[in-house]
C-alpha cells in the first residue's frame, strides 16, 4: 500500500529539502514574511541576496516601517514587480499601529498579502496547518492528479484548492509547506522535470499517462503589445543627471527613472515643464528594451546637456552619475541602472 502523499514527501523533504535558506534561521514572522512577498514571481536564488541586504539595513518591522519610502525602493530596486515593496512598506506600518497577525486570515488583510502567501507565513513562521497554492505547489498537484483544464479557470482554482486541502497534513506544518515548494521548484519544474528523483511519481497520473510535459494546461497567450516610448538623459555640465519619480502606482511605480515622453516631438515641452534648456542639440543613445508581465516596452533615449530655466512643475533630483551606476540613494528600475552603467562603463 502506497504510503500518504504527505509522508513521502516529508521523508523526501527530511533528506533532500533546503534547510539553509537564510529565512529559516531564526524563522520569525517577519523573516517568513518579508521572504514570502520577495519570493512572489521570483526564484530562491535571486531573493537570497536581496533579502541578506534588506535585513541588514531593516532588521525588523519597526526599522522598516519607520525607512522613507526611497530607502526601501532603493534597495529593491533589480528584483522587479516595486509594488511590492510599496505594499511591503505600507503593511509594516500597519503592523506597527496594529500588531502582527497570527491567522491566515489576518494576513490576508493586508496589502499585497494574498490567500497562499497569508497560508505559508502562518504555516512556516507558527507551524500551524494551513493550504497554500503557489505557482510551484499548482504545477506539482496538476500534474499528480492529472488536472486537464486551463490553470487560470475558476473551476481549476477550485479543483487545485481542493486537492491542496486533502495533502496538507495536521503535524509538521513548516516542514510540510517548504518541502511542497522545493519539490516544485527542484524536481517538478515546469521544464525538465526529473521525476526519477520525486517522492510521490509512483502515482503521480501525469507520468502514468505520459503527460508531464503538457501538464499543468495553460491557455495559449497572446503576443504582448509593444510601447514605444522615448526616455530623456538630461546631464548637467557637473556630471549629474535629472531624475524623477515616477506616480505611485502602475509600471515602475514609485520609482525614479529618466523623464518619459511618447515621442521625440514631446521632448521639448516637457523640457519646459520641468524648466530646463538644453545647452547643445539632442543625441541619439542606446535603445532600452524591458518585458513587462503584459507587455513589451521599446524606448529610444536621446540625451543632451541642460541648465535650469525656471520653476519646474515636476519635481525631479540631479544625482551624481557615477552614483546612481553604483550606489544608487533612490530606488530605480533595473533596465534604467544598467543602462546608466553601460554609460558610465563607455566613458
Not at 516529508?10 to 535558506?21: K, N, S, T
Request: with cysteine.
Amino acid at each position: 500500500m502506497t504510503a500518504p502523499f504527505a509522508d513521502r514527501l516529508l521523508a523526501w523533504f527530511d533528506q533532500h529539502g533546503r534547510h539553509d535558506l537564510p529565512w529559516q534561521h531564526p524563522r520569525t514572522p517577519y523573516r517568513v514574511w518579508l521572504s514570502e512577498i520577495m519570493l512572489q514571481q521570483t526564484q530562491v536564488v535571486t531573493v537570497i541576496p536581496y533579502f541578506e541586504r534588506f535585513i541588514a539595513r531593516f532588521p525588523d518591522i519597526d526599522a522598516l516601517a519607520a525607512a522613507e519610502a526611497d530607502a526601501v525602493l532603493a534597495l529593491w530596486s533589480g528584483l522587479g514587480y516595486y509594488a511590492r515593496a510599496r505594499n511591503l512598506h505600507a503593511a509594516a506600518r500597519r503592523m506597527v499601529e496594529a500588531g502582527v497577525p497570527d491567522s491566515v486570515e489576518g494576513w490576508a488583510q493586508l496589502p499585497g498579502v494574498g490567500p497562499s502567501t497569508a497560508a505559508a507565513i502562518v504555516a512556516q513562521a507558527f507551524d500551524r496547518r494551513a493550504v497554500i497554492l503557489d505557482g510551484n505547489v499548482k504545477r506539482v498537484l496538476a500534474r499528480h492528479a492529472a488536472v486537464d483544464t486551463p490553470q487560470e479557470a475558476a473551476a481549476t482554482q477550485r479543483t487545485l484548492w481542493a486537492l491542496a486541502d486533502e495533502r496538507t497534513p495536521a503535524a509538521r506544518a513548516a516542514d510540510y509547506t517548504q518541502a511542497i515548494m522545493d519539490l516544485g521548484a527542484t524536481v517538478c519544474r515546469r521544464g525538465m522535470p526529473r521525476c526519477e528523483a520525486c517522492p510521490v511519481s509512483d502515482d503521480c497520473q501525469a507520468r502514468r499517462q505520459g503527460r508531464v510535459a503538457e501538464l499543468p494546461v495553460r491557455r495559449r497567450r497572446k503576443p504582448k503589445p509593444v510601447r514605444q516610448r522615448v526616455l530623456l538623459w538630461l546631464e548637467d555640465g557637473d556630471g549629474s543627471l535629472f531624475v524623477e519619480k515616477r506616480p505611485p502606482s502602475g509600471i515602475w511605480g514609485g520609482l525614479a527613472c529618466l523623464p518619459v515622453v511618447e515621442t521625440t516631438a514631446d521632448a521639448e515641452s516637457r523640457l519646459d515643464a520641468l524648466g530646463l534648456a538644453r545647452d547643445a542639440d539632442w543625441r541619439e543613445q542606446d535603445r532600452l528594451r524591458h518585458v513587462f508581465s503584459h507587455f513589451e516596452l521599446d524606448a529610444r533615449v536621446i540625451a543632451a546637456r541642460v541648465a535650469p530655466r525656471g520653476v519646474a512643475e515636476s519635481a525631479g533630483e540631479w544625482h551624481p552619475i557615477e552614483r546612481l551606476a553604483h550606489d544608487p540613494p533612490v530606488g530605480l528600475p533595473a533596465p534604467v541602472q544598467r543602462l546608466i552603467r553601460e554609460r558610465v562603463a563607455g566613458h
